[in-house]
């Protein structure tokens, strides 16, 4: 039960002082390897938390796209990767010339026509991105190499490798990934090094395996993670965050208690449908760890647990599986900063939101 | 292939041809059998697509939150049904009270409590939500009559009671949701009869289910569906569109072979993340039948398909799994709509996206 009754629900809520914490611990953590943090700011999308991340020491930040890099770079910030194999338009070119007059600006690419295309653009920063076992973008780690080498031909400035070890979102398989990881940027940073180009950075890290990665004997020099600054239920399911560092609820009001269950209006509208493999339900309540989301349609969520239910009209904390998703379907964050003496409610724009290109 | 170059993907079109072929074909249905349409806007919460399903003949509307009556009464609709069983703080009691004093409203409930928590918006016509075997939201189809007396007590005029057959959301189940929609309507009509209320409107309806609930025996007065209009991934593979009745794509790039699959960038933000248990995938494309996504990630849906794979930087057609979520993460649609002469592209905008409350 939080918030005021009058802001209508669904909507979402961070709890600022648990935000603060998850970007401390992990800054610190990062600091203590020597490994540079670069968020990936596609989680929360919003100017005001990432220049909490960059106040925590952060070195630049990532996006996924030149959408959300225009956002970030008009606020201010001067240092950003699109983590993302592009292809370009023409137009697109022009946005990304437009970007690199004002921040240093680093691309992705994962084939040799990819930094042919690029060129549109004039010459780029480039990471040429690898596959460390998720399967999904990203050229077989020997292979690395050949692409810089095209990528330099294409007139783009190579500065090194990354990669994204999304195996990593599976039950006991952080350190495998984290090892995957390792041992992937080893190879393809030799394969640079092999055609002559030496790697400054070597890029990795997902929320996951963030603790395994630092703990690995790794040629790393920077994270790129998302969701740690709000943790979810997918990371709580993991074991990655802990139910008390949940920094991200979406609140509820209990509209209906057909059948015996919990029905909340905090459909697949304000959660996202997502449901990983290893998930027990579309979503879970904050203060409720047995219940579960059993159904969800676009403004129902029907909740199965035990215990009396919460009474019809009253609010409850539901814990999105996936922190990114949810947050892509709302405009604002309402903030609730407590210091001794009160409560604080801030609403902060989600300025991002909907940047798919 | 289809759109231009310089629209930068991942985008909603909208194959305006299939679209006003889908609308006229079930008007004509429900009309042949003498009943009303009201189709649920939320899948589309665009103002023009609601005015061509008026031409065609629709009574009125159907939507989820007040947010979306507001979009669509603001534009001009005058007959607007919120299908959902609402929980109103003051502020949107406040808000329904404005929106009755322009249209004709009616509000959805399913309990006594609701009824009396309704009273803040003094009386308003309401219908009771009765379960058809969903087992979402709605009450037992015996219990109808007193919560109808309940809301009756609390100053509302009950006009009769509605269902979602959702169970129609499963292969070879659309007509037993029929059947059972059919059955549950008429004894929940029969319970109102019963404490002296003659319902006048007994409404039902899905997109799977539409043809069998208006071949069924049935009491149902008005039908409102909502995929109908576009067609979608789910409604492929379920049988309730042909391929060539989708009317909504999203248009993707190629931009990756990574793995010697297809990657695109039409990912969760773009498509949603919907995986119901009878899908084949997170979502299809429509010139290639054969082909699945298999992992879709924020930004990237990767595909299996068979055959030469779509060339790097080309452009595919992918329909979503579930439309009413992928048009929910867009802010506008391009329409094309072609004559003997031209295609003539426009930009619709999705008014309703995220009125979530």
Not at 122 to 140: F, N
Request: overall charge negative; hydrophobic content about 45%; charged content about 20%.
């Amino acid at each position: 039960m939080t918030g005021t009754d009058e802001q209508p629900t669904p909507y979402l809520e961070i709890d600022a002082a648990r935000m603060r914490g998850n970007i401390a611990r992990v800054a610190a953590l990062a600091a203590s390897r020597g490994v540079s943090m670069r968020p990936h700011v596609k989680t929360h999308k919003c100017v005001e938390i990432a220049r909490l991340q960059a106040t925590a020491g952060s070195a630049g930040i990532t996006v996924a796209t030149i959408g959300e890099a225009e956002v970030f770079v008009e606020a201010g910030f001067d240092d950003v990767f699109v983590a993302y194999p592009l292809w370009v338009t023409e137009a697109q070119a022009a946005r990304l010339r437009a970007l690199a007059e004002r921040a240093t600006l680093s691309v992705g690419l994962d084939s040799a026509e990819a930094a042919g295309q690029l060129a549109l653009a004039g010459p780029q920063r480039v990471l040429v991105e690898i596959d460390s076992g998720h399967h999904r973008s990203g050229v077989p780690v020997e292979e690395a190499g050949s692409v810089a080498l095209a990528a330099r031909s294409a007139g783009h400035t190579v500065v090194g490798v990354f990669t994204f070890p999304g195996h990593s979102y599976a039950p006991d398989r952080t350190t495998t990934a984290a090892h995957d990881e390792a041992t992937a940027l080893a190879t393809a940073a030799a394969s640079l090094r092999g055609v002559g180009i030496e790697p400054s950075v070597v890029s990795g890290g997902s929320t996951p395996s963030l603790a395994a990665s630092l703990s690995a004997d790794s040629e790393i020099t920077e994270l790129r993670p998302g969701v740690y600054v709000f943790g979810d239920a997918q990371q709580w399911e993991l074991g990655s965050c802990t139910p008390d560092q949940i920094a991200l609820t979406c609140v509820a009001t209990v509209v209906s208690h057909a059948g015996g269950r919990v029905v909340l209006d905090s459909g697949s509208k304000a959660l996202g449908a997502d449901w990983s493999a290893f998930a027990t339900g579309f979503g879970r309540l904050l203060d409720h760890p047995e219940a579960r989301i059993v159904i969800l349609s676009e403004h129902h969520a029907v909740v199965e647990m035990t215990g009396p239910l919460p009474a019809l009209g009253s609010r409850v904390r539901v814990v999105p599986n996936h922190a990114c998703n949810a947050v892509n379907l709302a405009d604002t964050f309402t903030v609730l900063d407590a210091d001794a003496a009160r409560v604080v409610r801030r609403q902060w724009a989600i300025a991002a939101r909907g940047r798919n290109s």
